[in-house]
C-alpha cells in the first residue's frame, strides 16, 4: 500500500505507515477494529487521498491534532532514565545537514535582531543534563543523555517572547513550529552534548533542539536561525501530512 505522507531522507517502511498513525490514533484503532480488515482493504483502496492518506484517516488526524493540543500540559514533567541507559541513537534525518558547513564560523541568528551567538553564548546559560527518551514517529524510540541550555533561559536571557517558536538549519531546508509552551518546557534544550560527547555533525552540530514533549521530528538538529513569533511557523513535517503539533 502507498499511504504514507512521502518521507524523503528516511522511509524505509513503507508498510509501516498505519502503525505509525495509529501510535496516538486510538481513533483509529476504534474504526479498524469497528470494520475489520475488509473495511481497511476498502479504505485504502476506494477512499479519496487528502495529502495521500485515505480522507477518513486524514480527519482522524486532524482530530487527534486538536486532541492533542486541548490535553496537553506544558508543565506535565516527562520521564527521565538512569544515565547508563543511554545508548547512541541512530542517525534519521539529514535534511538541513547536507550543505558545506564550518562549525568554526557557524552563529546562531535571532530573527528580529542583530544577534549571531557564538556556541560560547549558549553554553554560558546555565547547564542542563536530562536523560530521556527520544520518540520517533516511524515507530523507534531511544534512551539518550543530552546536555544544554534549557530554551525557557535562552529566551529569558535575550528578553525573546511570542505564541510559536521557530527553529530553521542554516541552509533552511529543514525547519520546526513549536508552540510556546512546549518550547519553554524545562525539558526543551539547546543541546550540544549526547551522551557526555560534543554533538556528532549527524546529530545536529554545533546546537540541536530536543525536547520530550514532542516527536523527535520537531527535534531540530543543527539549528541556525530561531525565531520568537505570533504566526504559528512553517514546520517541514508538518508540510508532508504529520501533524504540526506532534505532541507526545
Ligand atoms: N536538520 C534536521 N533535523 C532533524 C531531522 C532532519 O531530517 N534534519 N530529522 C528529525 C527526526 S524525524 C528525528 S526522529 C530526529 C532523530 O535524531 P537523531 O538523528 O539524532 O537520532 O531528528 C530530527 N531532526
Ligand atoms: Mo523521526
Known amino acids: 500500500m502507498s499511504t504514507n505522507p512521502p518521507m524523503p531522507e528516511d522511509s524505509d517502511d513503507v508498510n509501516a505507515a498505519m502503525a505509525r498513525l495509529t501510535r496516538r490514533g486510538f481513533a483509529f484503532g476504534a474504526i479498524v477494529a469497528a470494520i475489520g480488515g475488509g473495511g481497511l482493504y476498502w479504505l485504502n483502496a476506494r477512499a479519496a487521498r487528502e495529502q495521500s492518506l485515505p480522507w477518513p484517516l486524514r480527519r482522524m488526524l486532524e482530530a487527534n491534532e486538536r486532541l492533542g493540543e486541548t490535553l496537553f500540559d506544558p508543565r506535565r514533567p516527562s520521564p527521565e532514565f ?32 542583530e544577534h549571531a551567538l557564538p556556541l560560547a553564548a549558549i553554553r554560558d546559560l546555565p547547564r542542563y543534563e536530562m536523560t530521556t527518551e527520544l520518540m520517533c514517529v516511524e515507530g523507534w524510540s531511544q534512551i539518550v543523555h543530552w546536555a544544554g541550555a534549557r530554551l525557557a533561559d535562552f529566551a529569558g536571557k535575550y ?90
Not at 541507559?85 to 546562531?108: C, I, K, T
Open 82 to 113: 538512569p544515565r547508563d541507559w543511554a545508548q547512541e541513537p541512530r542517525v534519521n534525518g539529514r535534511r538541513g545537514l547536507a550543505s558545506q558547513f564550518d562549525p568554526a564560523s557557524w552563529r546562531l541568528h535571532i530573527t528580529g535582531t
Open 159 to 248: 528578553r525573546l517572547a511570542g505564541t510559536y517558536v521557530s527553529l530553521v538549519t542554516p541552509d533552511r531546508k529543514y525547519y520546526v513550529g513549536l508552540d510556546i509552551d512546549s518550547a519553554l518546557h524545562p525539558q526543551t534544550l539547546l543541546c550540544y552534548e549526547m551522551n557526555g560527547q560534543p554533538l556528532a555533525p549527524l546529530h545536529g552540530a554545533p546546537l540541536r533542539l530536543v525536547t520530550t514533549v514532542k516527536y523527535g521530528y520537531k527535534s531540530i538538529k543543527r539549528i541556525g536561525t530561531i525565531g520568537f513569533t505570533n504566526e504559528r511557523p512553517r514546520d517541514t513535517w508538518a508540510e508532508e501530512g504529520y501533524d504540526w503539533y506532534a505532541g507526545l
